[in-house]
């Protein structure tokens, strides 16, 4: 089967023959860095907005940064969405699934302050408690979706953002090049120089190091 290059309305057009008006898309991002927060996004995308998005959002991952900001302009331009994030302190005390539940979970209440969501498509397998309104969980959802590849761009950007800024404070961590991921400068930088107040101590990676 030939890989799709861009994320459809397909599953959404399912759901509003089914019924429903409302489908918003949520993702996340930094689940696996060793340091910063977990952030997901929630997007709908109005009717009148399809046409202008069709055909060039996909997976977050799948885009370089330069077009991932180029579309998050566009996204905020013509959609109702929301991003929320949960810090570190956090995922160290109810780890990094609760965590992640946490965030699409806020984003999604976030987002309904300007929409009455009736479903919510959500990528991968994760299922978000106490909600009012069904789910429905879609494994690689983020390429066969766009409401929710248009969630992990706002995500993956609204993170980026909050990673860069920590270059200011501990430039040695290389955060430009890593957002947090441990990578091998990272691991060297934290066997330096010890953790900071950012990095997540339930990882071993992290919590080995801690003074």
Partial sequence: MEKRKYATYEL?????????DIIVGVDEVGRGPGAGPVTAGAVWI??????KLMAKIKDSKALTEKRREILYELINETCVWAVASVDNTVIDDINILE???????????YIEEAVDTDHVLIDGTVEVYNLRFPQTQVIRGDSKSISIAAASIMAKVTRDEEMRMLHWIYPQYGWFRNKGYLTKEHID?????GITDYHRKSFNKVGNYES
């Fill in 99 to 109: 965590a992640t539940k946490l965030a699409m979970r806020n984003a999604l209440m």
């Fill in 189 to 193: 930088a934290i066997k330096t120089y």
């Fill in 12 to 20: 959404e057009e399912e759901l509003i023959q089914a019924g429903n």
């Fill in 46 to 51: 109005p009717s009148e907005a399809l046409p």
